[in-house]
């Protein structure tokens, strides 16, 4: 049973964190937590997140929480597992956040959010949940609960610690966090889970800078600095900020790092971020703009077919990876020289009335013939997909058209295949088999050069399907099944915090 009082606000640093608050006693338990009318839990302790029936009350009142299966007893054992750690300073009382942080499916728009194209995203049941609290060490200690691996990341430093292809991740938060804001006057202690099959397209190294980054944001409070208050305003400006974390470049007056590595931009991070149970986020990049959002069709679900070949933004598939990018860049760069424009991207370039694919050949007529073959199949996948095939999709499924919406995704794949060139056997096949079978729709999708691939299905269907999928690709790639992985995953709510006000960290509903 719980006990509810209306209370006034109590003191808070926090400039936008004036709420009137219910303050909460389980006469069970004896724990009391308290949480703010809008529903965004603004002060959450340690011993409260590790008792299960506060932790359950906690989250059946929070509407994004509620909708994520399994997240109360995640909560409680990695409030747990922070306990453990023994980080100095760190008691029951300490102050403590939760982070949800989830996968994202890239439903539509391959490699087209750095050169300033749209995509179609949603997020996933899959995902990482954090517990960080305060405490007296000066860095980030980092439990990882699956892999039962600690790391200790200090404020100086950091990239100086950094011994794994996946910590270059969390060390570059960090170490961004302390150049672009300031370092924290105290330390965080932090455990997390994940789900998220590593490697296998869905964006589990994105998910992990924005769950990393947003536990340094609530406990450290960024937005009191000249930095933060200066340049990052709105969502779409925390979103563009944590992909230039990524790829190490400078974002407005915040200066870059080194980064992961990879030369990609912000959807990810906006799809993690910003996605909508049961919806797929229509987002425009460069500047990142939300453009709208469309239904998934009714009784649908998304399964997943991971093809166990891994795709490691951060070590073999880099090279490949930022030589799609490259070629944007060219492309862009041959046209601007040619015909004297200063188009800033490729999607300012196909959007103006004065473009066309003829024309770009023309304009390619003076480079040696196998690069200008290499820009042309570039610039006209670019094109296609960002100007026909992700429209066209839009209407099919506004109009109920699913198997218009169907074809739209085969042809999109097909062009992956013929002009992108980022597909491997085992996802090529993944889709046509997925298709054989009946679904309304199949791609791969995410960086490429391995990875995973999403079907929609019914509902009703998708369990039955996913085992047939599963059997096709055991007896075609026999030596990948052991590392494959299939489930399947609805759409679920993007990224949240408890303990901190949404406001503050920029995680509005709209940009």
């Given at each position: 049973?719980?006990?509810?009082?209306?209370?006034?606000?109590?003191?808070?640093?926090?400039?936008?964190?004036?709420?009137?608050r219910?303050?909460?006693?389980?006469?069970?338990?004896?724990?009391?937590?308290?949480?703010?009318?809008?529903?965004?839990?603004?002060?959450?302790?340690?011993?409260?997140?590790?008792?299960?029936?506060?932790?359950?009350?906690?989250?059946?009142?929070?509407?994004?929480?509620?909708?994520?299966?399994?997240?109360?007893?995640?909560?409680?054992?990695?409030?747990?597992?922070?306990?453990?750690?023994?980080?100095?300073?760190?008691?029951?009382?300490?102050?403590?956040?939760?982070?949800?942080?989830?996968?994202?499916?890239?439903?539509?728009?391959?490699?087209?959010?750095?050169?300033?194209?749209?995509?179609?995203?949603?997020?996933?049941?899959?995902?990482?949940?954090?517990?960080?609290?305060?405490?007296?060490?000066?860095?980030?200690?980092?439990?990882?609960?699956?892999?039962?691996?600690?790391?200790?990341?200090?404020?100086?430093?950091?990239?100086?610690?950094?011994?794994?292809?996946?910590?270059?991740?969390?060390a570059?938060?960090?170490e961004?966090?302390?150049?672009n804001?300031?370092?924290?006057?105290?330390?965080?202690?932090?455990?997390?889970?994940?789900?998220?099959?590593?490697?296998?397209g869905?964006?589990?190294?994105?998910?992990?800078?924005?769950?990393?980054?947003?536990?340094?944001?609530?406990?450290?409070?960024?937005?009191?600095?000249?930095?933060?208050?200066?340049?990052?305003?709105?969502?779409?400006?925390?979103?563009?900020?944590l992909?230039?974390?990524?790829?190490?470049?400078?974002?407005k007056?915040?200066?870059?790092?080194?980064?992961?590595?990879?030369?990609?931009?912000?959807?990810?991070?906006?799809a993690?971020?910003?996605?909508?149970?049961?919806?797929?986020?229509?987002?425009?990049?460069?500047?990142?703009?939300?453009?709208?959002?469309?239904?998934?069709?009714?009784?649908?679900?998304?399964?997943i077919?991971?093809?166990?070949?891994?795709?490691?933004?951060?070590?073999?598939?880099?090279?490949?990876?930022?030589?799609?990018?490259?070629?944007?860049?060219?492309?862009?760069?041959?046209?601007?020289?040619?015909?004297?424009?200063?188009?800033?991207?490729?999607?300012?370039?196909?959007?103006?009335?004065?473009?066309?694919?003829?024309?770009?050949?023309?304009?390619?007529?003076?480079?040696?013939l196998?690069?200008?073959?290499?820009?042309?199949?570039?610039?006209?996948?670019?094109?296609?997909?960002?100007?026909?095939?992700?429209?066209?999709?839009?209407?099919?499924?506004?109009?109920?058209?699913?198997?218009?919406?169907?074809?739209?995704?085969?042809?999109?794949?097909?062009?992956?295949?013929?002009?992108?060139?980022?597909?491997?056997?085992?996802?090529?096949?993944?889709?046509?088999?997925?298709?054989?079978?009946?679904?309304?729709?199949?791609?791969?999708?995410?960086?490429?050069?391995?990875?995973?691939?999403?079907?929609?299905?019914?509902?009703?269907?998708?369990?039955?399907?996913?085992?047939?999928?599963?059997?096709?690709?055991?007896?075609?790639?026999?030596?990948?099944?052991?590392?494959?992985?299939?489930?399947?995953?609805?759409?679920?709510?993007?990224?949240?915090?408890?303990?901190?006000?949404?406001?503050?960290?920029?995680?509005?509903?709209?940009?």
């Amino acid at each position: 049973m719980v006990r509810k009082e209306f209370s006034l606000p109590w003191p808070s640093r926090r400039r936008s964190s004036e709420f009137w608050r219910i303050s909460c006693l389980n006469e069970v338990s004896g724990e009391r937590f308290r949480f703010n009318m809008t529903g965004y839990f603004d002060h959450l302790d340690l011993a409260s997140l590790s008792n299960t029936t506060v932790v359950r009350e906690i989250v059946e009142r929070d509407q994004r929480a509620s909708q994520v299966p399994g997240i109360v007893s995640r909560i409680t054992e990695l409030a747990g597992l922070v306990s453990s750690l023994n980080s100095p300073g760190v008691t029951d009382d300490s102050r403590a956040v939760v982070v949800y942080a989830p996968g994202r499916i890239e439903v539509l728009g391959k490699h087209t959010d750095y050169a300033g194209g749209s995509s179609l995203t949603c997020a996933v049941n899959h995902s990482f949940v954090f517990v960080a609290v305060v405490s007296d060490e000066p860095g980030v200690r980092m439990q990882d609960m699956v892999l039962s691996s600690s790391d200790f990341l200090p404020y100086e430093n950091t990239q100086d610690t950094v011994r794994s292809s996946w910590l270059s991740y969390p060390a570059s938060v960090v170490e961004r966090f302390v150049v672009n804001f300031k370092s924290p006057d105290k330390g965080i202690s932090l455990a997390f889970s994940n789900t998220i099959p590593r490697a296998s397209g869905m964006s589990s190294s994105s998910a992990l800078i924005v769950g990393i980054y947003l536990c340094m944001a609530a406990l450290a409070e960024p937005e009191l600095t000249p930095g933060f208050a200066e340049h990052l305003l709105t969502g779409a400006d925390l979103a563009d900020y944590l992909g230039s974390v990524e790829n190490g470049y400078d974002f407005k007056g915040l200066v870059g790092r080194a980064g992961v590595g990879t030369q990609g931009g912000a959807q990810d991070h906006t799809a993690v971020l910003f996605s909508e149970m049961g919806k797929l986020g229509y987002f425009g990049y460069r500047p990142l703009r939300r453009l709208g959002s469309v239904a998934l069709p009714d009784d649908s679900v998304f399964i997943i077919g991971s093809s166990g070949v891994r795709a490691r933004k951060s070590q073999g598939a880099r090279e490949l990876y930022n030589n799609a990018v490259a070629l944007a860049t060219e492309s862009l760069s041959r046209w601007n020289q040619a015909t004297g424009t200063r188009f800033e991207t490729l999607g300012d370039l196909v959007s103006d009335s004065g473009f066309s694919l003829g024309q770009f050949r023309e304009v390619m007529t003076d480079v040696e013939l196998s690069q200008a073959k290499a820009l042309t199949r570039r610039m006209r996948h670019f094109y296609e997909e960002t100007e026909s095939i992700i429209p066209s999709a839009i209407q099919a499924l506004r109009t109920g058209n699913v198997e218009q919406f169907g074809l739209e995704v085969d042809r999109s794949q097909e062009l992956t295949d013929s002009l992108l060139g980022n597909l491997v056997p085992e996802t090529r096949f993944l889709a046509k088999s997925a298709r054989k079978l009946g679904v309304l729709a199949s791609s791969a999708f995410g960086a490429g050069f391995g990875g995973s691939v999403w079907a929609l299905a019914p509902r009703q269907d998708a369990d039955r399907i996913m085992r047939e999928w599963m059997a096709d690709y055991g007896q075609s790639f026999p030596d990948r099944i052991r590392h494959a992985r299939f489930f399947v995953d609805p759409t679920g709510p993007g990224a949240f915090v408890m303990g901190s006000a949404a406001d503050t960290l920029l995680l509005q509903p709209k940009f």
